[in-house]
């Protein structure tokens, strides 16, 4: 155990730096929805679909890249995604037209995958001991929200400065940037029995494929990723156009948040400085009691909340609650999910088989990005996605509950 702790805590840090920056940059893309539309006259629906085609292709590269960090290496996963990162944001910072953007934000996708939760949490998870890594997982994903915090306000920020071209090219060399953290990405092998060494992938996959438990982990990740792509990509114009007017002696006024385009940006970082708290203490609870339990009060409770926002009227007050109450459940499944899956079928093939997960929740979120815009343009406001986002997050409280929390043993070689 001593011998693991100096590779634990460097691949911990390394890990969560590179969360930190690519969290930060994907987290920052709903701030150039109304500059990008009203440069090139675009309805709503244009960038929101680049923006919901980049999740989607975060999704198809997320067991992608688990794949190849497990054939290839972890760090040569971590250098090929953070490439096709930059790449993706150049080209991005030159389109001019609605397919060039959505285009060139499948490169941003698969960037986000190589450099994302699906290759980092399995490296950590591998390096953590059984009794830390709940905990392991949930710094590490916290730091996606530490990322939220400072993404959102640093491109509004420099935004009133320079073009949203160059805010592009500027974060990517930021993401080229964390690939001086990959000395410190030294791997172990994973602890793992002889039994769970010799399985194969194929042999692993059919085992999840035939598993009611890995199909309800599945379905029910789908809810996390739709309510949580809209809010980063949406809530800001929401808030933005919607919001009642700040007071000039209120809080926020004296804080500097004088406008509902601020108060929009700023909402963001408020759910990820609030995550920050939830997560860690998902990663606690993680330990001491079923996952799939904390999963349905997660999503019971996210559904209750984001119900209760939308019936009521949109005040700077209700915008700084939600944002708060949102924000301890914004990213706290991620550990639990990533931990049940571990948990159930070993650390062999977590970066795949939590990858494959995570398509789900992928394909959420490019079904909540995209609505959004859609239905904007449709209704002129995003009340019917909302409640779209509700009803899927009750389906995922619900069906969790069936879940066998339990490790299923290797398949013969």
């Known amino acids: 155990m001593q011998t693991r702790a100096p590779l634990f805590n460097s691949v911990l840090i390394a890990g969560s730096l590179i969360i930190l920056v690519s969290f930060a940059i994907r987290a920052s893309f709903g701030v150039f929805q109304i500059p990008i539309a009203t440069e090139f006259n ?60 959505q285009m060139y934000e499948v490169l941003v996708g698969f960037g986000i995958a190589g450099t994302g939760f699906g290759v980092i ?154 995550n920050i708290v939830g997560t860690l203490f998902a990663g606690w609870l993680g330990n001491r009691m079923p996952k799939k339990y904390i999963l349905t009060g997660i999503y019971t409770l996210r559904t209750l909340i984001a119900a209760v926002f939308i019936m009521m009227p949109m005040t700077p007050a209700s915008v700084v609650i939600f944002s708060v109450t949102m924000g301890t459940l914004w990213l706290a499944t991620v550990p639990l999910t990533s931990g049940l899956v571990a948990h159930i079928y070993g650390l062999r093939y977590m970066g795949t088989l939590y990858g494959i997960v995570f398509f789900s929740h992928q394909l959420g979120s490019f079904l909540g990005v995209w609505l959004g815009g859609r239905m904007y343009d449709i209704y002129g406001d995003y009340t019917a996605v909302w409640w779209v986002g509700v009803g899927v997050g009750a389906f995922s409280a619900l069906i969790h509950l069936p879940i066998r929390e339990s490790r299923r043993a290797p398949a013969a070689a």
Request: aromatic letters at 10%; a negative charge.
């Open 42 to 101: 675009w309805p709503r629906a244009e960038f929101s679909l680049a923006i919901a085609i980049q999740n989607l292709a975060w999704g198809f590269g997320q067991p992608i890249f688990g794949a190849v960090a497990e054939k290839m290496g972890d760090r040569k996963a971590i250098v090929l995604g953070a490439l096709v990162y930059a790449a993706g944001l150049v080209l991005s910072s030159f389109a001019v037209s609605p397919l060039a953007h």
């Open 121 to 274: 949490l399995a490296v950590v998870g591998r390096a953590a001991s059984d009794e830390n890594r709940s905990m392991a997982l949930a710094i590490t994903a916290a730091m996606g929200s530490a990322g939220q915090v400072v993404g959102a306000p640093l491109a509004e920020w420099l935004l009133g400065f320079m073009s949203w071209q160059d805010v592009f090219l500027v974060f990517a060399a930021m993401i080229t940037l964390v690939l001086a953290c990959l000395p410190m990405m030294r791997t172990a092998a994973p602890p793992a029995s002889k039994a769970e060494l010799e399985e194969s992938l194929g042999a692993i996959l059919t085992k999840a494929f035939k598993d009611p438990s890995y199909t309800m982990i599945f379905l029910g990740f789908f809810s996390c990723g739709y309510q949580l792509s809209f809010v980063t990509a949406h809530f800001p114009a929401f808030v933005t156009e919607m919001c009642g007017p700040i007071a000039d002696g209120s809080i926020l006024a004296a804080l500097g948040v004088g406008t509902t385009s601020a108060l929009g940006a700023v909402s963001l970082s408020i759910i990820g400085a609030a």
